[in-house]
C-alpha cells in the first residue's frame, strides 16, 4: 500500500523560504508522477508541482520560478523547495503518488493521483 508522509511545514515571514519533504514507501517508486497539492478549507486542491520518474519537473503558473519540486528513490524523498514565498502560498500542503499510467509533462489535476498524505500546514505573515 502506497503511504506518505509530509514534514517540513511552519510560519515564514512573506519574501522567506520552507522546504517541504514527504518521504515514501516503497510501493510509491513505480508511480510515474508524484506531485505536491495545496488546499485552503472549502476551495479545490490545487496542483503545485509534479515530476516524474526520470525528473521533469511541471509547475503551476502561480509558482513557476519560486517553487522547486525534486524526487530521490533512492532515498525515497520527494520535496519542495519555496522560495519568495506569499500570503497567498498559505496552504495545507500535500504530496501525492499518481495512478498507474504515463504521462508527459506530469498533470496537476486530482483525476490523475491516487495517494496522499495526511498534509503539512505552511503560514506566510506578511
Known amino acids: 500500500q502506497v503511504q506518505l508522509v509530509e514534514s517540513g511545514g511552519g510560519s515564514v515571514q512573506a519574501g522567506g523560504s520552507l522546504q517541504l519533504s514527504c518521504t515514501f514507501s516503497?510501493?510509491?517508486?513505480?508511480?510515474?508522477?508524484l506531485a505536491w497539492f495545496r488546499q485552503i478549507p472549502g476551495q479545490p486542491r490545487e496542483g503545485v508541482a509534479a515530476?516524474?520518474?526520470?525528473?521533469?519537473?511541471n509547475y503551476a503558473q502561480s509558482v513557476n520560478g519560486r517553487f522547486t519540486i525534486s524526487r530521490d528513490n533512492n532515498k525515497r524523498i520527494l520535496s519542495l523547495q519555496m522560495n519568495s514565498l506569499k500570503p497567498e502560498d498559505s496552504n495545507m500542503y500535500y504530496c501525492a503518488a499518481s495512478r498507474w499510467g504515463q504521462w508527459d509533462p506530469c498533470p496537476l489535476s486530482t483525476m490523475q493521483y491516487s495517494n496522499y498524505g495526511q498534509g503539512t500546514q505552511v503560514t506566510v505573515s506578511t
Open positions: 515530476i516524474d520518474a526520470h525528473g521533469k519537473p
Open positions: 516503497a510501493d510509491a517508486i513505480d508511480r510515474y508522477c
